[in-house]
Every structure is written in structure tokens, then in C-alpha cells.
Nanobody
Framework: QVQLVESGGGLVQAGGSLRLSCAASGMVISSNNMGWYRQAPGKQREPVAVITTLDTTNYADSVKGRFTISRDNAKNTVYLQMNSLKPEDTAVYYC????????WGRGTQVTVSS
């Protein structure tokens, strides 16, 4: 059974940093594209970053240069390093992958105060 468990969210001041983690089980992250999405109150869930099986990465324009996605295959964990955080980054952040179906974690709340 595939499970994705996010952690690392919290409350931070604007300009601060957080590192989110997504621990995967029931699957091998190195064999699949892994992504981070976020959903702010009253808004649709949107993609933030993806890392492919070839280790290429892509980012939403709004986070380019500030966020970095990476993975540790030995720990079967994907990370999202978030720097220079802004209040508009406030959202619930979700880890995602697609195997036979789309799988999502329960999310971790990130709140950035101004």
C-alpha cells in the first residue's frame, strides 16, 4: 500500500525558511516522478515542484529561485527546501506521485506571517 507522509510545516516569518519532507512507503521514489503541490484557502490545488526519475526538476514560476526539490533514495524521502518565504506561500503542502493511480499525502500546513 502506497503511503506518503509529509512533515516539516509550521509558522515562519516572511523571509524565513522551512524544509518539508515526504516519506514514502509501499513504493520506490527513485522509480517515479515525485511532486509537491499546495492549496491555499479558497484556491485550487496547484503544482509547486517536481523531480523526475532522471533527476530533472521543474518549478512553478512563483517559487523559482526560492524553492528546491530533492530526494534521498536511501531514505525513500523527497524534500522541499523553501527559502525567502512570502505570505503568499501560505498553504497546505502535499506530496504526490502517480503509479497505477494518483497518490497524495495528508499535507502539512505552512503559514508565513508578514
Amino acid at each position: 500500500q502506497v503511503q506518503l507522509v509529509e512533515s516539516g510545516g509550521g509558522l515562519v516569518q516572511a523571509g524565513g525558511s522551512l524544509r518539508l519532507s515526504c516519506a514514502a512507503s509501499g513504493m520506490v521514489i527513485s522509480s517515479n516522478n515525485m511532486g509537491w503541490y499546495r492549496q491555499a484557502p479558497g484556491k485550487q490545488r496547484e503544482p509547486v515542484a517536481v523531480i523526475t526519475t532522471l533527476d530533472t526538476t521543474n518549478y512553478a514560476d512563483s517559487v523559482k529561485g526560492r524553492f528546491t526539490i530533492s530526494r534521498d533514495n536511501a531514505k525513500n524521502t523527497v524534500y522541499l527546501q523553501m527559502n525567502s518565504l512570502k505570505p503568499e506561500d501560505t498553504a497546505v503542502y502535499y506530496c504526490n506521485t502517480r503509479l497505477d493511480a494518483y497518490y497524495w499525502g495528508r499535507g502539512t500546513q505552512v503559514t508565513v506571517s508578514s
